[in-house]
């Protein structure tokens, strides 16, 4: 089945330049063009369509508004904004609707690898009530303390990018949707940024302070916890597998993407959770009783229940934010790493093993431990020996 | 005897009381000296206030005849002493210049000193050597005993005049600051289908050469004689693969697209780049119809969703000496005024604004009209005042239309009127002159527009 993409903008030249142009896509994508956001309504009434690349700047309907219609009567599909525009309050109404921002000029190899990666995802996650759920999200909760602080950070005058940056970087939510703005188009070149403390560096406080404060890219967590979940422990859990991830990934190779990505990768490994427990509480919680009584992992658990797990939601969420692959690849394997089909050292290898050996060390209850290392994957990248170290490495960082 | 005793008597009465009137006549005359002393103290003590005064400081009476004049008086208008010269001489000859000197106010002076003070300064041009200034002055006048005394304080304005400049220079910097986002986008929308026309035509062409080198081998076999079936398939199948009827229908729009694109953007640039010359105080040719064009191309991102823009301009129209960059800043005021009113008070499909040129006997008008919400007529009068504005602090600075006041009445003799409708339209009239005006005229208060 050919993936298929609708252009719209009010230029008729841009669409025929893409038109002629994206030729080559002709035997893998089927490819639709809509003269402004009214004629792209009408088309998408009568077909569907898998993604939409639109422009920002468009007269009556324009890119933010047509986008946010979209996100409501179609939620499952992929929505991309393709603009010259740079004036950042047009820019913050887009950032709830869009997924991923790309700034014209374009070259075709951004624009068509940028489609690939948000729709090769769909394969992986394939209820289509979670693809649908997932890809409605514009922003993940965050604790209540944090946001408000942050909050009253950014009130003051003597706010502070470094505590704004540790802030954000001790928040999952809030780091995710970091990432996603400063690693797509929305405020300037995209950057493979994966530290939230360089990406809110990279903003500075004139862009983050509207966001936070106007353009509400961060909510709090209004949600209680119920048994098995807590947002806080989330957070803590995530945090120290982040830590555990670096601490490994140093040990390999001191090379300082792949140590902050594995960092980010393990902040973010189970955001499929959150995700999941924020949004369908009752049937998470069914779960979680499932994997207690059944004394089986949380995601053999979630298969039975939801039909896939947390690390294809999460996966697919940060795939559609335009996150950079390695991470993107983290979350999704973390429990099957084999699938992944790897063969060397990754973000992914830092965190399998950091979720596994932090595991008997931040349990959700006393039940014993339910991961496993996955010997086979960690012998055919050959890092097995390495193992050992790895694991005095993780319960020492617990206790300094 | 007795006699004797008695004159002696009176005699030492005498010479008592004239040792009396002696001392007294002794006390009296110093306290004369000292009071002197005081008097010739205070008389000092003020003259050396107002030689030394920062401004310059002239006082002449009814006749022109000046009394006294100070040191930055001597400084300012370039003299060893202007003591007992006509006052109008330090001053260019116009017909403004009594009344500005000579000041007299309505009600009668019943009182021996009256002092008036003045209500605003006026410009002048000063005379200094052959040299010509702009001064500020502010003139007073007191009568003592019948005598009449104005006294005049002059200030030198040259070095506020330059200031005032480089202050016009930077705003204008600061609009072309704020253009350039627009105008960014402007050029990228083009860009972007000129590079994917000219890949589609690069990946197209690659297709075609092995097209034509198919082509080729077949002409070079029919012509020796040989087989050609086989040729033939591979170019049919060739042709099919590459999809040839598309190509033949796309090359033409790709290559004529890619044109207007180039076209679009150097526009841009070329208007830009007229917009932004440097404010100069010499006039030279201006189009004043390209003028208007120029503006208009390099604010178009701030109107496309905004307004429509009609322009009605006068083939006719000759250019004008004027100052090119001004005047540009001048349209682009007016015009940003317009969306701005257009875009907060009306939905986006019905705000017009026209633009009109006329050329008239010795002058060239210029009508802009907007379908805004107008101007309220309690604060048409001070529009053009410096410093005023509606907008929220921080968002405006109150210099747009003092600026194009300036330029337009000031540095082109020119005129600007404007007519309001509420709710319904708000109309700018400029009219300037065709022939140059000598001299750099005196700033006269924007009260004048109305």
Known sequence: ?400 | MADVELLQRRLDRERAARKAAESLLEQKSLEVYEANQKLQDLADRTNAIVETAAEGIITYDCDGIVRSFNRSAKRIFGVASGVDQNIRMFFKDNPRRDSVLFPCWAYDDGENIDQHSPSESAELIGVRGHEKFFAEVAISRTTHRAQTTFTALVRDLSRRKQLEARLGQAQKMESVGQLAAGIAHEINTPIQFVGDNIRFLQSAFNDIAELLDAFEELATTVAAGGPADCLLKRIQNQSEIVDLPFLREEFPGAIQQSIQGIERVATIVRAMKDFSQPASESKSSVDINLAIQNTLDVSRNLYRDIAVVETFLDTELKPIPGLAGQLNQCLLNILTNAFEAIRDHHDLKTGQISITTRKLDDCVEIVIEDNGPGIPTDIRDRIFDPFFTTKEVGKGTGQGLAFVYDVIVNKHDGAIHVQSTAGQSTTFIISLPTVNSPEPREQSHAHAAH
């Not at chain 1, 302070?209 to 353009?215: E, G, K, M, T």
């Not at chain 1, 797990?309 to 973390?334: D, K, Q, R, S």
Request: some cysteine; overall charge negative; charged content about 20%.
């Open chain 1, 1 to 400: 089945m050919k993936t298929k993409v609708l252009f719209v903008d009010d230029e008729a030249n841009v669409l025929s330049g893409l038109r002629r142009m994206l030729r080559s896509q002709r035997d893998v994508w089927t490819m639709e063009f809509a003269n402004g956001g009214a004629a792209a309504l009408e088309l998408l009434q009568q077909e569907t369509f898998d993604v939409i690349v639109s422009d920002m700047r468009m007269p009556a309907i324009d890119g933010a508004e047509l986008l946010m219609r979209v996100a409501n009567q179609y939620p499952h599909m992929v929505r991309l904004v393709l603009s010259g525009q740079s004036e950042h309050e047009k820019i913050f109404r887009a950032i709830g609707p869009a997924h991923q921002f790309l700034s014209k000029p374009c070259d075709p190899e951004m624009l068509i690898s940028t489609i690939e990666r948000a729709c090769g995802l769909r394969s992986q996650l394939q209820d289509e009530a979670l693809q649908k759920l997932t890809s409605q999200i514009s922003c993940l909760p965050s604790l209540p303390n944090i946001y408000r602080e942050l909050v009253q950070e950014l009130e003051s005058d003597e706010a502070s990018i470094d505590r704004i940056g540790k802030m954000i970087g001790s928040d999952i939510g809030m780091s995710a949707k970091i990432l996603q703005l400063v690693n797509s188009s929305f405020f300037g070149l995209p950057q493979h940024v994966t530290c939230p403390k360089h990406a809110v560096a990279m903003l500075g406080l004139d862009i983050i302070r509207p966001l936070v404060l106007s353009a509400n890219v961060f909510k709090q967590y209004e949600g209680s916890d119920f048994a098995g979940f807590s947002l806080e422990q989330s957070i803590q859990h995530g945090l120290a597998v982040a830590t555990a991830s670096r601490a490994i990934a140093e040990t390999v190779e001191d090379i300082s993407h792949l140590v902050d990505d594995s960092f980010i990768a393990g902040m973010m490994h189970d955001v499929g959770k959150l995700i999941l427990a924020v949004n369908l509480p009752e049937k998470y919680s069914s779960a979680l009783n499932l994997a207690d009584e059944g004394n089986i992992a949380i995601w053999e658990a979630e298969k039975q229940v939801f039909g896939t797990t947390h690390a294809e939601v999460g996966a697919h969420l940060l795939g559609l934010w335009g996150l950079p692959n390695p991470i993107v690849e983290a979350v999704a394997f973390h429990h099957k790493p084999t699938a992944s089909g790897g063969t060397c050292f990754a973000p992914l290898t830092a965190v399998h093993v950091a979720d596994v050996l932090q595991e008997p060390l931040y349990p959700s209850d006393n039940a014993p431990a339910k991961l496993r290392l996955d010997r086979d994957y960690l012998a055919s990248i050959d890092v097995l020996d390495r193992v050992e170290n790895w694991v005095t490495l993780v319960k020492s960082e617990v206790f300094a």
